[in-house]
């Protein structure tokens, strides 16, 4: 198995994605490899900082990158290099089997869609997030959209159908990140907010 992971992509990146990768590859079964997809300069000297034989990884070399700020689709259109790119590129041609990264998420959206494409029956993917809970009741945090205003009547009727297949089930809102404030009426989201720590310490 060839993992890909986008050593450009991420507020701390490259040393964050390295260091990273240098934890996963120490872990990692031996069948499994990592591909590396970035500045190979900066991924090379990295490694040799943390005592780590650059060699454990694939690396494909690349110094071009999605910023945040910028528009998912055009920059994908446009940055033929990107490292997001080019690893669903990768993942597209077969030559790696999973692709992830903590870079544009918009982008990688994109790849998703585009390149990818999505599950026959799946309207909107998403992007989803564990939380670490005590105890086996799971937590999944679900992000289906930077601009949710136009997704709510979806959203209602999503979560309204799921009701009936969970004995318990809550859900907020939330706007692009989880930072401060997640709300359960929309209409109210500037009135009638919940700092995310209650809904942690809650449930």
């Known amino acids: 198995m060839r993992i ?6 991420g507020d701390f990146a490259p040393e964050a994605t390295v260091c990273g990768s240098i934890l996963a590859a ?3 079964p031996p069948d499994a490899r ?12 990295l490694c040799r900082r943390e005592l780590f034989d650059p060699s454990a990884f694939d690396i494909l070399h690349t110094t071009e990158r999605i910023e945040m700020g910028e528009h998912p689709a055009r920059a994908f259109t446009q940055k033929h290099n990107a490292s997001v790119v080019k690893g ?3 993942l597209e041609h077969g030559e790696i089997d ?6 544009n998420t918009g982008a990688m959206m994109v790849g998703a869609m ?3 494409q999505s599950i026959p029956g799946v309207i909107r993917p998403c992007i989803a997030a564990t939380m670490p809970r005590q105890g086996d009741t799971p937590m999944l945090l679900l992000d ?15 979560f309204s159908a799921a009701r009936t297949e969970f ?13 401060e404030f997640v709300w359960k009426d929309n209409s109210r989201r500037w009135t009638e907010r919940t700092p995310p720590w209650n809904v942690l310490h809650k449930y």
Do not use: P, T, W
């Open 144 to 158: 289906i959209g930077g601009s949710m205003d136009s997704h709510i009547k979806l959203c209602e009727e999503l």
């Open 114 to 116: 585009q390149i990818i």
């Open 98 to 103: 999973g692709f992830a990264s903590a870079g």
């Open 88 to 90: 669903f590129r990768l």
């Open 167 to 179: 004995k318990h089930l809550e859900f907020f809102y939330f706007h692009n990140c989880l930072y």
């Open 34 to 45: 990592l591909v590396l997809i970035g500045d190979e300069n900066s991924i090379v000297s």
């Open 4 to 9: 890909g992971v986008d050593i450009l992509g």
């Open 26 to 28: 120490k872990i990692i």
